[in-house]
């Protein structure tokens, strides 16, 4: 059975039932549009104009569900199984971090520098598979691989590349104890966890209680632990000029620049975020070409 509602009031019940846990005004309100737009396909303008909406005991119940999770201060993105990455709806679950903008902007960046086609790419723990699929899809003909260790995430971006119909090659290894795969690319990529344990403090609940802490966090004594592995191997499986890009802690960005110099790559770059703070470092591996030229670019 459907009774119609006013936009505007439900609107207003569901902004009201969320405030007390998400206690910010405009986080609220964005959650609140989200909700709606997700389960009615309402937007802000037809919230204005106060468009009846009908809603059914079905959709009634999966409201009350999610706004039962959101009191509980689980991210809308588990909420609503599903997060915008540059354009293309992702899966989300648990098992898998949410994507976050400066992903988005460092995939942009690749696509930015890569407009000829035909790249070979590998994205080491790839999580939901945001950055290889849509790699794979913006990059004309890229041929793209992706690792991942947990089988959970491996699912989760399996079902997106099903979805989304992106050609990627999934491989379940372990970056930190097994060799990569044979080969050569010209692209590797990869957004590892770089959160230090002791910078849980300044988290936010949600994120410490509710995103895979494999995906985030490392060691406060080893804070490079993936960078120093990742560094190590691409030399042997990056075409000569091939490029390297690694989203980065903050704090962090010299020591990987060192890293990628110590390693013969050339061209080294730290690249800051919208927020200008130092996020991706890039490199271009040219060693067997001029092994003396080095300079970092800032
Ligand atoms: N940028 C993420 C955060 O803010 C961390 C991503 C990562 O560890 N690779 O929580």
Same mark, same amino acid.
């Given at each position: 059975m459907n009774y119609a509602i006013s936009s505007k009031a439900l609107y207003t019940q569901v902004y009201q039932a969320l405030l007390p846990a998400i206690q910010q005004d405009r986080e609220c309100q964005a959650i609140t549009q989200r909700l709606l737009g997700h389960y009615f396909q309402l937007n802000s303008i037809s919230i204005a104009l106060d468009e009846p909406i009908h809603?059914?005991? /079905?959709?009634?119940?999966?409201?009350?569900?999610?706004?039962?999770?959101?009191?509980?201060?689980?991210?809308?993105?588990?909420?609503?199984?599903? /997060?915008?990455?540059?354009?293309?709806?992702?899966?989300? /679950?648990?098992?898998?971090?949410?994507? $976050?903008?400066?992903?988005?902007?460092?995939?942009?960046? =690749?696509?930015?520098?890569?407009?000829?086609?035909?790249?070979?790419? #590998?994205d080491i723990g790839t999580g939901s598979g945001c950055i290889a699929i849509t790699l794979q899809q913006e990059l004309s003909q890229a041929i793209v691989h992706a690792l991942e260790v947990d089988p959970e995430a491996l699912q989760v971006a399996q079902e997106n590349a099903k979805k989304l119909g !992106?050609?990627?090659?999934?491989?379940?290894?372990?970056?930190?104890?097994?060799?990569?795969?044979?080969?050569?690319?010209?692209? &590797?990529?990869?957004?590892?966890?770089?959160?230090? =344990? !002791?910078?849980?403090?300044?988290?936010? $609940?949600?994120?410490?209680?509710h995103e895979p802490a494999k995906a985030l966090f490392v060691p406060d004594e080893q804070p490079l632990l993936f960078y120093q592995r990742i560094v190590a191997l691409a030399p042997y499986h990056l075409v000569l000029a091939g490029k390297l890009y #690694?989203?980065?802690?903050?704090?962090?960005?010299?020591?990987? !620049?060192?890293?990628? &110099?110590?390693?013969?790559?050339?061209?080294?770059?730290?690249?800051?975020?919208l927020h200008g703070k130092d996020r991706w470092v890039v490199g271009t591996f040219e060693r067997e070409r001029n092994s003396i030229h080095k300079h970092i670019c800032l």
């Amino acid at each position: 059975m459907n009774y119609a509602i006013s936009s505007k009031a439900l609107y207003t019940q569901v902004y009201q039932a969320l405030l007390p846990a998400i206690q910010q005004d405009r986080e609220c309100q964005a959650i609140t549009q989200r909700l709606l737009g997700h389960y009615f396909q309402l937007n802000s303008i037809s919230i204005a104009l106060d468009e009846p909406i009908h809603l059914s005991l /079905t959709q009634n119940n999966l409201l009350l569900a999610a706004i039962e999770r959101l009191s509980h201060q689980e991210p809308i993105q588990y909420v609503l199984g599903i /997060t915008p990455f540059l354009g293309r709806d992702f899966r989300v /679950t648990p098992a898998v971090l949410i994507p $976050r903008p400066e992903t988005e902007a460092l995939v942009q960046y =690749i696509i930015d520098h890569h407009p000829q086609g035909g790249k070979r790419v #590998l994205d080491i723990g790839t999580g939901s598979g945001c950055i290889a699929i849509t790699l794979q899809q913006e990059l004309s003909q890229a041929i793209v691989h992706a690792l991942e260790v947990d089988p959970e995430a491996l699912q989760v971006a399996q079902e997106n590349a099903k979805k989304l119909g !992106a050609m990627v090659h999934f491989i379940q290894a372990d970056i930190l104890h097994e060799p990569l795969p044979a080969q050569k690319w010209d692209i &590797i990529v990869s957004n590892p966890p770089y959160v230090r =344990i !002791a910078e849980q403090k300044h988290m936010q $609940r949600r994120v410490l209680a509710h995103e895979p802490a494999k995906a985030l966090f490392v060691p406060d004594e080893q804070p490079l632990l993936f960078y120093q592995r990742i560094v190590a191997l691409a030399p042997y499986h990056l075409v000569l000029a091939g490029k390297l890009y #690694l989203e980065i802690n903050e704090v962090f960005g010299q020591v990987v !620049a060192s890293l990628l &110099i110590g390693a013969g790559f050339e061209r080294v770059c730290v690249v800051k975020d919208l927020h200008g703070k130092d996020r991706w470092v890039v490199g271009t591996f040219e060693r067997e070409r001029n092994s003396i030229h080095k300079h970092i670019c800032l």
